[in-house]
């Protein structure tokens, strides 16, 4: 009864550091999503992927990249942090991208210094 | 611009008196969901409405859609000390086939004992 899993809980990065942060799905779900949660701002999206095989770009893309693995795994990979990625990161899936049901991972908490 | 205003954005009450928590857009959508979050997890999706008008309830919560589709109100009966989290609103829009999912910045809300 795993439904969505991310990986870690919590990181800490130095400026300049990269790190890539897992995700995976045990609902046989097609579309992943990457969100950051920032106080005030809300949820904003960052990746998703439609299905297997596709990528797009959401509505805050800059200094991330994705890679849909397969059906089950979505990361999200950070280049180059910044402190301005200081946020809590959400993985979510959907069985399609048309009807806004989304199940969440539990978040990962993560600091650049 | 929010596209999605929720209000109050905090708010603080006794156990076992009701509350309202407002969703409000310019915007006509498709559907509407209602997520509630707990400190350290990600949202946890309660109710979608689609139709302009629908009332759902979930044990003590009503959820309405506006008529035009453009607003909805979540009512909470005789709160709970377990009702005590960050409420959001989401809304589908769609534009000839393309689906966005939009995020309110949220209501927190305390229930005291």
């Known amino acids: 009864n795993a439904g969505v899993t991310q990986t870690p809980k919590f990181q800490v990065l130095k400026t300049g550091q990269s790190m890539t942060l897992q995700c995976a799905q045990d609902?046989?779900?097609?579309?992943m999503y990457w969100y950051r949660q920032d106080p005030g701002m809300g949820l904003r999206l960052i990746y998703y992927?439609?299905?297997?095989?596709?990528?797009d770009k959401g509505e805050v893309p800059n200094g991330y990249n994705v890679s849909r693995l397969n059906k089950r795994e979505f990361s999200l990979r950070l280049e180059s942090a910044a402190p301005s990625q200081t946020s809590v990161y959400f993985c979510?899936?959907?069985?399609?991208?048309?009807?806004?049901?989304?199940?969440f991972g539990s978040g990962t908490q993560l600091s650049v210094l | 611009t929010q596209l999605l205003e929720q209000s109050p954005q905090f708010l603080s009450i006794q156990e076992g008196e009701n509350l309202t928590v407002y969703c409000n857009s310019s915007?006509?959508?498709?559907?509407l969901q209602w997520y509630r979050q707990e400190p350290g997890e990600g949202p946890v999706l309660l109710v979608t409405v689609v139709t302009g008008g629908e009332v759902k309830k979930l044990k003590r919560l009503t959820f309405q859609f506006g008529d035009a589709r453009k607003d909805s109100s979540l009512h909470i009966t005789a709160a709970q000390p377990g009702d005590t989290g960050l409420y959001l609103c989401?809304?589908?829009?769609?534009?000839?086939?393309?689906?966005?999912?939009?995020f309110g910045t949220g209501t927190r809300l305390t229930i005291i004992p």
């Open positions: 915007s006509v959508f498709s559907s």
């Open positions: 609902m046989n779900h097609n579309s």
């Open positions: 979510a899936s959907s069985p399609t991208t048309t009807n806004g049901k989304l199940f």
């Open positions: 989401a809304g589908t829009i769609s534009n000839f086939g393309n689906e966005k999912l939009t």
């Open positions: 992927s439609a299905s297997e095989g596709t990528t």
